[in-house]
C-alpha cells in the first residue's frame, strides 16, 4: 500500500456523507493511487518493452546468453525515427562491459566481416533502422561477465540530437533467432 493513501483517505470532503458511500469512494480513489503507483514502478519498459526519447522510438533491445569468456555481446534493436529530421546513433555504455560500440557486418568475396562505425549510424527522418545479426548491430564491448538467458542488461544508448536513451537488453538464449551469423564473423573480428 502506497504511504501516502491514509492521508488521502482523511483528508477525504463529505465527511458528513454516509459512511458506506464514503468509505465506497475512498477505495476507488485508494485503487487508483495504486495502480497509478504499479505503472510508475513499473516504468516503460513494461509497456511492450519499447522506449522513447524525442522524436525516438525504441523497439524490444535484445542481446544472446554468451557462454564462459565471452569478450563481446552482440545488441540488437529497431530504432524509429518518427521526426523531420535524421539523428544519429554514437553508441553507448552498459553496466555489463566497457562501452558499446555501432558495428557495420558485410561480406565481401565471401568473407564476413566486422568494422565500427566510428561516426555513428544515422537514423533518416520518418524512417526506421534494424539492428540484427548478420548486418548493423550494436557491440557491447569488454564483457565483464556472462549474460545469462532471460536476464535483463541495462544499458544508455547515445544519439547526437536525442540525447541519452536508458534502455534494457533482453537475454535470449546463445545462438538465438534468428541467425548465427554473427559468430561465425567474429572470428575476424578484432575486439
Ligand atoms: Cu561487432
Not at 87 to 96: I, Q
Amino acid at each position: 500500500m502506497h504511504p501516502t493513501a491514509p492521508n488521502l483517505t482523511r483528508s477525504q470532503p463529505g465527511a458528513s456523507s454516509p459512511p458506506m458511500i464514503a468509505h465506497h469512494h475512498s477505495r476507488l480513489r485508494l485503487m487508483g493511487i495504486v495502480m497509478a503507483c504499479i505503472a510508475l514502478l513499473l516504468g516503460p519498459a513494461a509497456l511492450a518493452h519499447g522506449y522513447k526519447a524525442g522524436s525516438l522510438a525504441i523497439h524490444h533491445p535484445w542481446t544472446r546468453a554468451t557462454p564462459a569468456g565471452a569478450r563481446v555481446a552482440g545488441g540488437y534493436l529497431v530504432i524509429e525515427n518518427e521526426g523531420s529530421e535524421p539523428d544519429r546513433l554514437l553508441g553507448g555504455a552498459s553496466e555489463a562491459g566497457t562501452a558499446i560500440e555501432v558495428h557495420e557486418m558485410s561480406e565481401a568475396d565471401g568473407i564476413m566481416t566486422m568494422r565500427a562505425l566510428t561516426d555513428g549510424l544515422t537514423i533518416p527522418a520518418g524512417g526506421s533502422v534494424e539492428l540484427k545479426p548478420g548486418g548493423l548491430h550494436l557491440m557491447i564491448t569488454g564483457l565483464k561477465r556472462r549474460l545469462m538467458e532471460g536476464e535483463k542488461v541495462k544499458a544508455t544508448l547515445a544519439f547526437e540530437k536525442a540525447g541519452r536513451i536508458d534502455v534494457e537488453f533482453e537475454v535470449q538464449p546463445i545462438g538465438g533467432s534468428p541467425a548465427r551469423d554473427e559468430e561465425d564473423g567474429h572470428g575476424g573480428h578484432t575486439h
